[in-house]
T-cell receptor
């Protein structure tokens, strides 16, 4: 089955700096890569996703890049704000709609 | 939008009792729903895939007789934790897969926090 590795497990940045979270996946058949933000005790919220026919996608301060050959994808957050503090999960999915999640990254943005 | 609700949000029960959790897609139909379990400070672990009108598909290591799943309609899936024990205490989250535009993806419910005493 699919295996998703996510790094780092914790990330602390100063407000205004950029944050980068990286994930690798094992199954070359995976073709969908969403990123979720989860605040404590709440549901995961989709923040951005990318499909395997695209190499990069951007939405305001958030961008995701995908390297299919290397089987890795990354989340980039620019101009971080304290409200960006949360746990971020990457995931990989295929044609059966199932998602395999990474272990998560606790992002702390210090004011 | 795509809204998924879950009920109850919190439940406390005695060891040995059964607990039913409902997951509803409120503004779209979902032939496929998923049930996850999340322990504190850990990731989401997929328990099973719920398919409308057919049997659920369970992940390896998940007991199908303990975690009963029923997907009776295109908007409702239920998870019943039978004979619950303290080790079943966790945060259970469902998701519903929306296949129509503009955003085809999984949408998560708010979760149910189960505490078994």
């Amino acid at each position: 089955g699919e295996n998703v590795e996510q790094h780092p497990s914790t990330l602390s940045v100063q407000e205004g700096d950029s944050a980068v979270i990286k994930c690798t996946y094992s199954d070359s058949a995976s073709n969908y890569f969403p990123w979720y933000k989860q605040e404590l005790g709440k549901r995961p919220q989709l923040i951005i996703d990318i499909r395997s026919n695209v190499g990069e996608k951007k939405d305001q301060r958030i961008a995701v890049t995908l390297n299919k050959t290397a089987k890795h994808f990354s989340l980039h957050i620019t101009e971080t704000q304290p409200e960006d503090s949360a746990v971020y999960f990457c995931a990989a999915g295929g044609s059966n709609y199932k998602l395999t999640f990474g272990k998560g990254t606790l992002l702390t943005v210090n004011p | 939008g795509a809204v998924v609700s879950q009920h109850p949000s919190r439940v406390i029960c005695k060891s040995g009792t059964s607990v039913k959790i409902e997951c509803r897609s409120l503004d779209f139909q979902a032939t496929t729903m998923f049930w996850y379990r999340q322990f504190p400070k850990q990731s989401l672990m997929l328990m099973a895939t719920s398919n409308e009108g057919s049997k659920a598909t369970y992940e390896q290591g998940v007991e199908k007789d303990k975690f009963l799943i029923n997907h009776a309609s295109l908007t409702l899936s239920t998870l019943t934790v039978t004979s619950a024990h303290p080790e079943d205490s966790s945060f259970y989250i469902c998701s519903a897969y929306k296949v129509t535009e503009p955003q085809e993806t999984q949408y998560f419910g708010p979760g149910t926090r189960l505490l078994v005493l």
